[in-house]
């Protein structure tokens, strides 16, 4: 089984979680640019932050043969606090960097005018750069939530075919669907979303514009959410097929939409386990 997962922090994970991944068929990824836990205070903490999500992490990735991509944005939380606002100045000449393929993640976290406005913004410059965007919809008052950014999508004149609302559920799925717009969904140890539900959504919705991530950050999470969630696809009747197109052509699809998705040279071999990149350790 080869793995793309869409949405993950690594960042906030361990080398331990690199090599578990690998060994589990992750061979490439997307890291979102988030919310890092202690409040930022000035713009110098997040070109930091970009500079480590495009030149670091990728690297660090790369030692486990796993291809590491991110997207760029000012994220919904911060967005509220006036010091961060300045990060919107700087997003530009991130959103040209060629491990960069998508604004994200944007979107809503508690549905302010502040967030609105930097919501509007960015999807302004995912227009302008050519690139899709990757939106998250708040844990609270989800329902609404999900409404309102999908009328801001309309408004912002976008393609909804390039743009994924993340962090759906049983709830909020079917707007989505009928939006035009990709439907991501983040697998949780015992939150949120579980591989099963995951199925059961698959089999209602079909498998066309479903993108499965495990959105593994500083909480608790699991980076290997997606192989479980492959594993349960299988075990209710799914073809490998569909798990590949599920798991990685639809994430594939989705960002390579940005032209610069490099996944030349992976090795998607079923016996990594036991190549030298994960023995390796310089
Ligand atoms: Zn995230």
Redesign the pocket.
């Known amino acids: 089984m080869r793995i793309f997962d869409p949405?993950i922090?690594m960042t906030s994970r361990t080398t331990d979680d690199y090599e578990r991944m690998a060994a589990a068929g992750v061979r490439a990824l997307v890291e979102?640019a988030?919310w890092l836990g202690q409040p930022r205070t000035s713009v110098g903490s997040f070109t930091d932050y970009f500079d480590s999500l495009v030149g670091w992490e990728p690297f660090r990735a790369g030692q486990f043969g796993i291809r590491h991509h991110a997207t760029i944005a000012l994220n919904p939380k911060e967005a509220n606090d006036p010091r961060c606002r300045e990060v919107l100045g700087v997003l530009p000449r991130y959103l040209e960097k060629d491990g960069v393929v998508a604004v994200g993640?944007i979107g809503y976290d508690s549905m302010t005018p502040e967030e609105d406005e930097v919501f509007a913004a960015q999807l302004q410059l995912a227009v302008e750069h050519e690139l899709p965007a990757l939106v998250?919809t708040p844990h609270r008052d989800k329902a609404r939530g999900t409404e309102r950014t999908l009328a801001v999508v309309r408004e912002s004149g976008i393609d909804p075919g390039r743009v994924a609302v993340?962090h759906l559920n049983e709830v909020t799925v079917a707007a989505v669907a009928g939006s035009g717009c990709w439907m991501g969904f983040?697998i949780y140890p015992d939150t949120k979303m579980t591989a099963e539900r995951m199925v059961h959504i698959l089999r209602e919705f079909g498998l066309e514009r479903m993108l499965v991530n495990s959105?593994a950050?500083w909480g608790r999470s699991d980076p290997l959410l997606t192989l479980r969630t492959g594993e349960a696809m299988l075990a209710a009747g799914f073809s490998d097929d569909d798990v590949d197109r599920v798991l990685w052509r639809n994430p594939v699809e989705f960002y390579g939409q940005s032209k610069r998705l490099d996944l030349s040279d992976i090795e998607t071999e079923a016996t990594f386990e036991g190549n030298s990149i994960l023995r390796g350790g310089s």
Do not use: C
């Open positions: 949405h922090h979102p988030f993640e998250h993340d983040s959105a950050d």
